[in-house]
């Protein structure tokens, strides 16, 4: 007997019609108990990370399409089947995961809209309506799906697949081992990696007390003078996805680098400092303003023992690096580069297993998940004047082929604040870049100019 079958579970808006949607279980039984979950995961928001693939064309039928990602994601939880778990919240503003097989949420929709009338596929709202959403509001946490999917064809004959995933349960590196592996095996494939899922790698004896100050775990700092918070909040957004030549990104790399000794700055840390140069200036920083940009560092090969390959959860953790917008401003790219190495460069086993010790800590943990996330009620909210810059450069985003070819568009389904960006290699591999940005409308239009004026 297949394991799926039919609810009624609908929130898209009118553009997209859904006709069916299907809870899929593991095709085999699996292990029905409690999994621990790390800090990694614990401090992750409570949402589902939206992700959208773009094709084309896929060829067969609309049935035959569907009953193959049903069939083949069912067999995918087989070996994945945390995904096919929930959540339950434990002491300290905890979870744990129940490993009880309710399953997925897979949704078959239609649009009479054509593919290209998303235009350059930013994450706007339009574009999350092509990914089922999760209401954490109103849904008690362990009746919510952590992994949803939609199937949605379009009036050209192209298709899209939008996947939200629980950002608690695991990181991107994580998420996209799974999209390879059930994209595989629904091209009748073996699993190439089966997925590590024992997280008590990560839960060795807590120490005394963190070796180092965590000021990424700090409240960041806001604008000098300024409104507050709930002022900062109540601007108006836009969101924007911008290109750079791939000799525009080796001009920035080239800019950073002049005057440097050393082992030279990465692509990544040269275009990440102009970007941050360039929105102090399209925001019009003070010179005294302090300002940070949050990075997302994976830590697998960053601890001693490195996680075992196929490490299925969360190993990333956020660090800080802090400047005045003045001399970001004032002094050569490179040293904006400098600031982002040395704070990327602190993520040593010492430090990581510091900030693991620091959580560990805590009596409740609710305050750090909720961090830089909309809606917050704890955490600070981090917009204007800092950054959020996530690098996807060096993650195999691309290639998830489910029978009908690879996708021409993947990307992230929103951007959730201001200030939050991404760095994305281009699909065609040409060593150009893919910048999708949030920013406040009235400082958009100067970042735009900034960037390309100041390479």
Known sequence: ?????????????????????????????????????????????????????????????????????????????????????????????RFELECNAEGALLYEAESEGMIDDFGDFRPTPEIRELIPRVDHSSTPVH??????VQFTRFRCG???????????????????????????????????????????????????????????????????????????????????MLKLTKDQVEKIKKKANQGHDGRPYSRYEAVSGHIWRCACKARRHENQQPTNMRIVVDCRNRLQPHLPK??????????????????????????????????????????????IDFLRNQPDLSKYRTFHTVGCTQGAFYGNPNLVVTSWVGLPIYGADFGWGKEFHMGPGSLGYDGKSFILPSPAADGSFILPLRLQVDSMDAFKKFLHDDI
């Open 310 to 355: 196929g490490f299925f959860g969360n190993a990333t953790l956020p660090i800080m690096s802090t400047s005045r917008a003045g001399e970001l401003m004032a002094k050569p790219l490179g040293y904006a580069s400098g600031k982002i190495r040395e704070a990327v460069e602190k993520m040593t086993d010492e430090y990581v297993r510091s900030a």
């Open 143 to 148: 009746e919510s799906p952590l992994l949803v």
């Open 1 to 93: 007997m297949k394991a799926y079958n039919a609810v009624s579970w609908i929130d898209i808006a009118a553009m997209v019609t859904v006709k069916n949607c299907y809870t899929v279980k593991p095709a085999e039984p699996t292990p029905n108990n409690r999994l621990w979950l790390s800090e990694f995961d614990q401090i992750k928001p409570l949402t589902l990370a939206p992700t959208i693939y773009l094709y084309r064309s896929m060829g067969d039928s609309v049935e035959s399409v569907i009953d193959t990602l049903r069939d083949s994601l069912s067999q995918a939880l087989v070996q994945f089947y945390p995904l096919a778990g929930r959540l339950y919240n434990i002491d300290g503003g």
């Open 158 to 240: 192209g298709v899209s697949i939008g996947m939200g995933v629980s950002h608690i349960l695991i990181d991107g590196q994580s998420a996209l081992h799974f999209v390879s592996e059930w994209a595989r095996i629904a091209r009748g494939e073996r699993i190439e990696t089966l997925p590590f899922l024992d997280r008590t790698v990560l839960s060795k004896p807590l120490l005394a007390a963190p070796r180092f100050d965590h000021d990424e775990f700090s409240p960041p700092p806001l604008l000098l003078g300024g409104s507050d918070q709930k002022e900062q909040r109540k601007k108006e957004t836009t969101v924007a």
